[in-house]
């Protein structure tokens, strides 16, 4: 069973409170990337700032834009799990954490990745019986 920990980019760009949405929409538009995790001082994952955040609201920094309530999983959460996670609640993506620290991050581009490239997909997503 696949789980986050195998799937998930390591490389997680973050924001901070004080972001300006400038530097925003250029970190996401440069990286392709739709959202990032919003971290405080100490690290600590505070929020999600998104392209649809940008879109929707008004402020002249991320601190003032973002989403605050971020829902995460942990490293061994199975992918099935979080497919299911991101399509109930229709998000893009979730912070991978080991207890308090930010260690990656899934989003749909990572699971449909799994999916293309392997022999089993049904592993990856589940069947309908699951």
């Given at each position: 069973m696949l789980t986050a920990r195998d799937i998930m980019s390591t490389a997680v760009l973050?924001?901070?409170?004080?972001?300006?949405?400038?530097?925003?929409?250029?970190?996401l538009s440069l990286r392709h990337i739709s959202g990032?995790?919003?971290?405080?001082?100490?690290?600590?994952?505070?929020?999600?700032?998104?392209?649809?955040?940008?879109?929707?609201?008004?402020?002249?920094?991320?601190g003032e834009i973002m989403t605050g309530k971020v829902t995460s999983v942990a490293e061994d959460t199975p992918v099935q799990e979080i497919a299911r996670l991101l399509g109930r609640l229709k998000?893009?993506?979730?912070?991978?954490?080991r207890g308090e620290s930010l260690v990656g991050i899934v989003s749909q581009g990572d699971i449909v990745r799994a999916i293309a490239y392997t022999d089993h997909p049904e592993l990856v997503i589940g069947t309908q019986e699951d």
């Open positions: 973050t924001v901070t409170v004080q972001t300006s949405v400038f530097d925003l929409a250029q970190l990032a995790p919003v971290v405080s001082d100490d690290g600590a994952v505070i929020g999600v700032a998104t392209r649809a955040d940008l879109l929707s609201k008004t402020g002249a920094t991320v998000i893009n993506r979730v912070p991978v954490m």
